[in-house]
């Protein structure tokens, strides 16, 4: 019964795809002709050709086994020996892969295997193993019920060209019989490749709409564009587009250069550094958590007020400042605490230009050229009462910024002083005491507003009395 499903699967197959006989003969042409790989099957084909030459191809045989023949094989080291020989292929490795190739196209195929490959072994080619005929596998198995699922109103007809189809073949010579059966179990595994192999029959729809529509507005590759040519004719022809110049060229490669030598990072590093950025500044997000103090517009306290009057930075906002030195830079208290810190150091020249150079940017387009020169001659002329240590490079391109003074004239030394007081400066301010002592300020805030809790307390006390005192008197 499984043998005469197989059958039914295999002339099903005939039945609505036009079976394999008919596409070798009838349909080849048709079908080959209008197929953007045709080029391909040519080259393929030349050398099946040669390989079935009587004098220098590959010796076909019938290869004797226990009970039984196996007629018209080949080995897949004979083909692989061949091709060195005759295809000028130096490298077995090549020559292997080459015939694999081949093989996948269905051109010769294993006689144990439906996967179409080639093994430089003694493996046979071209007809099938003396195994049950016509046994299914799994996924033939499978595509039999789905094919029967869906032709399930005409199966009985399909049933009837089966059987009849499988009468005829059984006329045939037993020899003939398995080649052809070969032939056919082939084409199929070409045409129905198993599971995980490639299908190289499936033409790419990119090459089959060019084919089809030959004269359709295309984009080149740089950017020209193709016109559309009528067929009338009285069309004039368009004018070849002239190719690349060797500028186009080099801006062409120097583009591509650029594009490698980008810094790109993982995606899972990405994800790991956008969580530890939320994870880092959850605490001073409002959504996720309550501010302290609580915002006065929202809550009616007054305590954020009587903190800025204080002029002591809370420990929030000072832990803050380690992240990284744009928090202390950004934060007007963490710049002017930043500053005494450098100030008690003697070095705090680098900031000091450095917020000169910030609110060059911010002025007037008339007064920069004046402030420029102040900056020029406080920091970086000869003889400078602050003067800063920069590179050459950068002193050079300052020096001839600063014969036509604008915003930016600064810009290089500012970013070299920047780098030296995040390696430098800013490292020293974490590690002082000055900075640890400015963590404890929320302590002395809290302390400080529980004692003015009191007072207030007390002084609410004393008018609360004082009002019922004088109430009674009056009562009185």
Not at 320 to 330: H, M
Not at 340 to 367: D, G, H, T
Request: with cysteine; aromatic share 10%.
């Amino acid at each position: 019964m499984e043998s005469f499903l197989a059958t039914v699967l295999l002339h099903l197959h005939c039945l609505l795809f036009g079976g394999f006989r008919l596409a070798l003969h009838t349909g080849r042409r048709s079908l080959a002709d209008e197929s953007p790989n045709m080029l391909v099957y040519r080259k393929m084909e030349d050398v099946i050709g040669h390989m079935q030459d009587e004098k220098n191809g590959i010796p076909v045989r019938t290869v004797k086994s226990f009970l039984s023949k196996i007629p018209s094989v080949f080995s897949g080291s004979d083909i692989v020996q061949w091709m060195i020989k005759n295809l000028n292929i130096e490298d077995q490795v090549e020559a292997l892969h080459l015939g694999t190739l081949m093989a996948a196209h269905g051109y010769f195929f294993p006689i144990s295997d439906h996967v179409l490959t080639l093994k430089d072994d003694g493996t046979f080619y071209r007809t099938m193993q003396n195994k049950a005929r016509l046994e299914l596998a799994d996924y033939e198995a499978e595509s039999l019920a789905r094919l029967q699922r869906a032709f399930a109103r005409k199966w009985e007809f399909i049933f009837m060209q089966a059987e009849a189809q499988a009468k005829v073949d059984k006329k045939r010579d037993k020899i003939e019989r398995k080649i052809l059966d070969s032939q056919e179990r082939a084409f199929w595994d070409v045409h129905r490749p198993v599971p995980g192999c490639v299908n190289t029959t499936e033409a790419d729809i990119k090459k089959s709409s060019r084919m089809k529509q030959p004269h359709k507005t295309r984009k080149s590759v740089y950017g020209l564009q193709n016109d559309v040519r009528s067929h009338s004719p009285t069309h004039t022809p368009v004018p070849e587009v002239k190719g690349p110049t060797e500028e186009e060229i080099r801006d062409q490669i120097q583009h591509w250069q650029a594009q490698l030598d980008r810094h790109r990072l993982k995606m899972s590093k990405v994800a790991e550094s956008l969580l530890s950025y939320t994870e880092q500044y959850m605490e001073y997000d409002p959504f996720f958590t309550s501010p302290e103090p609580s915002n006065p517009w929202i809550s009616d306290d007054t305590a954020v007020w009587e903190l800025e009057t204080s002029k002591e930075p809370g420990q929030q906002r000072v832990k803050r400042w380690g992240f990284g030195i744009n928090e202390v830079l950004k934060d007007p208290v963490g710049r002017d605490q930043f500053l005494k810190f450098l100030e008690s150091e003697f070095s705090s020249e680098n900031l000091r230009f450095w917020l000169a150079v910030q609110e060059v940017k911010k002025r007037p387009i008339r007064e920069v050229p004046t402030r420029v020169q102040e900056i020029w001659q406080e920091f970086l002329a000869p003889g400078a009462p602050s003067a800063i240590n920069v590179d050459s490079k950068s002193y050079d391109k300052t020096t001839q910024n600063v014969k036509d003074p604008g915003r930016y004239a600064f810009e290089d030394a500012q970013e070299h002083i920047y780098k030296l007081m995040k390696s430098d400066s800013y490292s020293r301010f974490l590690r002082s005491n000055f900075y640890q002592e400015l963590l404890q300020a929320k302590k002395k805030v809290k302390d400080w507003l529980r004692r003015l809790d009191v007072d207030v307390c007390l002084w609410v006390i004393a008018v609360s009395l004082e009002d019922y005192s004088s109430s009674g008197r009056t009562a009185g």
